[in-house]
């Protein structure tokens, strides 16, 4: 399907290859289907990291896969290669042309062992795009070429691109754990315990405290399998997965940061937590119950408060709910205040994300003093957990979300992380509950069952 395409494609190549020089160069092109998750799975042939971001409630999709063309560390580099890039896209379609996809630390950290292959800040354009927009599928090239180079860079993108597409039955073994290992229960309740004592003696009024969870399997985990097993069974999340080196870090995220797209945003608060009833009845009951517990609304409010007054900096016509509503996942139900606003010209996704960064959903209140506890007490590397991740396109079209409900594989390891926010009436017991929980989808993602 794709041939059809090369010819004028390597026109559009040799008219934007410059002698001597380096140039980004992007050529988009509306094809018929291919399945995005088995167009991630080819990836794995080919040279280069991949990327993975789904969203149901948009119905979708964008893929990243082949080598890297650019692996930038700010958004200031983007925007400057963005300027002079020369882009051939017709449907100028949110998320095709050419897509930075973005990642970032937590917060600034000394030890860097489990996440080594990641950057502290990362904005990549990968070789090939696939963008899926309801039933629509671009395909977006991204190359950086001179025009001494372009009969080579042809044949090789044409080689990589039937790689990609390639019709195949996408099979996988079953996962089979072989080995966890967790903190200390005790140790983790102590915790929480300094935490809320901490927050009644003095001005800090919420920490978000994380744990983690540490398993091995028989055999090397497949990342495609993992994203197959979350879109089944997490279709209200924003799933996503990330590589670098011999790692992936993966996951199913409710929390939606920031999305702009064509000048409007949309964020949402998401904080405060009970689980699912084991049926409609009590569903709604501890649903109903969620909604009127003080220790929850506190929780919640105070993210209301962070995010809404960010964006007040951006629009005039912010739209916020006069209260919060249940968002129920497969495994739990949150506190979910949506909120959306047309933002002035000039504001980038970027800048907001960085503002809102952490909001007290994963920092808390005061943000440094919360930052500053999470860094002395917490006992795990957070590296890009808790963090935005996302894309963004060179129209100022974007969706960013917060890292959460999320693992890092590498090789047979897997190693999960689920947090919940204290505040001073939290419980030790029901927070370590709460943790529990929260790591099940990415446990049941790894087909672990106990
Ligand atoms: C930190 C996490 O959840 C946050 C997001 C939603 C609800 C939360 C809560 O109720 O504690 C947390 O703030 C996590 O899932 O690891």
């Known amino acids: 399907m ?21 140039t980004l160069v992007s050529w988009t092109e509306k094809i018929s289907g291919i399945d995005p998750l088995l167009f991630f799975a080819n990836g794995s042939s080919l040279e280069g990291e991949r990327h993975f971001w789904y969203s149901q409630k948009d119905d979708f999709y964008l893929v990243g896969a082949g080598p890297t063309i650019m692996d930038m560390r700010s958004s200031h580099e983007w925007e400057h290669v963005i300027e002079s890039a020369i882009v051939h896209n017709l449907s100028a379609v949110p998320g095709t042309g050419p897509v930075a996809f973005c990642g970032n630390n937590f917060q600034t950290e000394q030890l860097r062992q489990l996440w080594k292959d990641f950057p502290s800040a990362q904005y990549r354009i990968p070789a090939f795009t696939l963008t899926k927009t309801k039933a629509n599928y671009y395909i977006t090239i ?4 001179d025009s001494a180079h372009v009969n080579d860079a042809v044949t090789v993108i044409l080689e990589q691109l039937e790689t990609l597409m390639a019709d195949r039955t996408l099979t996988a073994s079953p996962m089979q754990l072989t080995n966890k290992q967790e903190l200390e229960p005790q140790v983790w309740k102590q915790l929480i315990k300094e935490a809320t004592n901490t927050i009644r003696v003095t001005d800090l009024d919420k920490v978000v405290l994380a744990r983690a969870m540490k398993l091995e399997f028989a055999e090397k985990l497949q990342a495609a399998a993992v994203l197959r097993n979350l879109m089944n069974s997490q279709q209200d999340s924003f799933i996503f997965a990330v590589e670098n080196g011999s790692a992936c870090f993966i996951g199913a995220t409710p929390e939606r940061l920031v999305r702009v797209e064509a000048g409007t945003l949309y964020t949402s608060c998401v904080a405060g937590t009970a689980p699912r009833g084991k049926d409609a009845v009590s569903d709604a009951e501890i649903g109903k119950a969620l909604l009127e517990d003080s220790k929850n609304r506190e929780e919640h409010q105070y993210v209301v408060e962070m995010i809404t007054g960010v ?35 000039g504001a980038s996704m970027q800048q907001i994300v960085q503002e809102l960064h952490p909001t007290p959903a994963l920092g808390g209140l005061p943000k440094e003093k919360a930052l500053a506890f999470i860094a002395d007490r917490e006992p795990l590397e957070r590296g890009w957990y808790g963090a935005p991740i996302g894309w963004m396109d060179s129209y100022q079209n974007g969706d960013t979300a917060v890292a959460i409900r999320s693992g890092l594989l590498d090789g047979k390891q897997a190693v999960l992380f689920a947090g919940c926010g204290v505040v001073k009436d939290s419980d030790p017991e029901l927070e370590f509950e709460e943790t529990a929980i929260k790591f099940r989808p990415m446990l049941e993602a790894l087909e672990v069952t106990e």
């Open 2 to 22: 794709i041939q059809q395409y090369m010819t004028d494609f390597e026109s559009f190549l040799r008219n934007a290859a410059v002698p001597g020089r380096q």
């Open 142 to 145: 991204n190359q950086l070429v």
């Open 311 to 345: 964006i007040r900096k951006y629009t005039d016509n912010l739209q916020l709910p006069a209260g919060p509503e249940l968002m129920k996942l497969r495994q739990l139900q949150h506190l979910y205040t949506p909120v959306s606003a047309d933002i002035r010209n």
